[in-house]
């Protein structure tokens, strides 16, 4: 699995654990629902500073959103 799909499938993951919509994420980070969709499809990858903005409205890290473990 790719980097790009291991993303997708996390913010899908954790959007929907939080109960948000795509529109209900999208206005929480000022971004349009288009582009919620295309980061969960994996068309785009989002920036750092959004992936940040991701795990603190989740209330997870951002190594949990991105798919690290911690090894050890």
Not at 57 to 71: E, K, R
Request: hydrophobic share 45%.
């Amino acid at each position: 699995m790719s980097f790009v799909d291991i993303i997708a499938r996390k913010l899908e993951y954790y959007r929907r654990v939080a109960g948000l919509t795509q529109l209900e994420l999208a206005e929480e980070i000022g971004e349009s629902p288009t582009m919620i969709a295309d980061f969960e499809d994996g068309r785009e990858l989002p920036t750092f500073e959004t992936v940040v903005r991701f795990a603190h409205i989740f209330g997870v890290t951002t190594d949990q959103l991105l798919g690290h473990q911690v090894l050890g």
